[in-house]
């Protein structure tokens, strides 16, 4: 039963243009999401967060927006850059001091100059 | 210059041996994690440890096993019983159990 959902397992876009990447979860209970960015071979890379009690947090080109009523969270990067070429995941932590993450499938990004 | 270090970066594993995997971190975190990525999933949790001489198995823990003897180590030990071990291994750690997690650079697990 996959919790944390990915729907879209690749996304393509134009330099400098907006990329969203979308995210979908089952489980209320979850109350802290990730994002994570993964090159191949490589460990990811944290990028974002939110707590629940947030529905947008921003970190420069970086925004994720969280949906709770719709149990769906998206990444936007604007202006997106070549560099941005990666595997994107999302991740969600439950309430409680476990520390356990759930990841989505990830979604590869391929921003083309 | 801190960070969390995995080695071997490759790993070559015979039928019916054990192998294991080396995980150190010197961010002071006290959780530590590990996670297995299999070719177009995401990461999936085999065991985690929230302090020193303490763990809790993870979704898919079954053939495999840890220790977590020092706060800056969590070695990953992949058992014969483990029926399909070749994937990308990932440990991670947090400074406590419920924040942001940080990973290694990964050891790519092969089956000979």
């Known amino acids: 039963d996959q919790q944390v959902k990915q729907n879209s397992p690749s996304l393509s876009v134009q330099e400098g243009r907006i990329s969203i990447l979308n995210c979908d979860y089952t489980?209320?209970?979850?109350?802290?999401f990730l994002w994570y960015k993964k090159y191949p071979a490589e460990g990811p890379t944290f990028l974002i967060s939110?707590?629940?009690?947030?529905d947008k947090n921003e970190d420069g080109r970086f925004t994720v927006f969280l949906n709770k009523s719709a149990k769906h969270l998206s990444l936007h990067i604007v202006p997106s850059q070549p560099g941005d070429s990666a595997v994107y995941f999302c991740?969600?932590?439950?309430?409680?001091?476990?520390?356990?993450?759930?990841f989505g499938q990830g979604t590869t990004l391929q921003v083309k100059p | 210059d801190g960070g969390i270090t995995q080695s071997p970066k490759y790993l070559f594993r015979k039928e019916g041996q054990n192998v294991t995997l080396s995980c150190e971190q010197n961010l002071n975190h006290d959780a530590m994690y590990w996670y297995r990525q299999d070719p177009g999933q995401g990461l999936r949790l085999i065991y985690y440890s929230q302090i020193v001489n303490d763990f809790q198995k993870g979704d898919i823990a079954e053939g495999y096993s840890v220790s977590r003897e020092k706060k800056e180590s969590f070695p990953l030990t992949v058992t014969s019983a483990q029926k399909n071990p070749t994937a990308f291994y990932l440990c991670?750690?947090?400074?406590?159990?419920?924040?942001?997690?940080?990973f290694g650079p990964g050891t790519r697990l092969l089956v000979l």
């Open positions: 991740a969600a932590a439950l309430s409680g001091n476990t520390g356990k993450l759930i």
């Open positions: 489980n209320s209970m979850f109350d802290y």
């Open positions: 939110i707590s629940s009690i947030k």
């Open positions: 991670a750690s947090s400074p406590q159990a419920v924040e942001t997690q940080y």
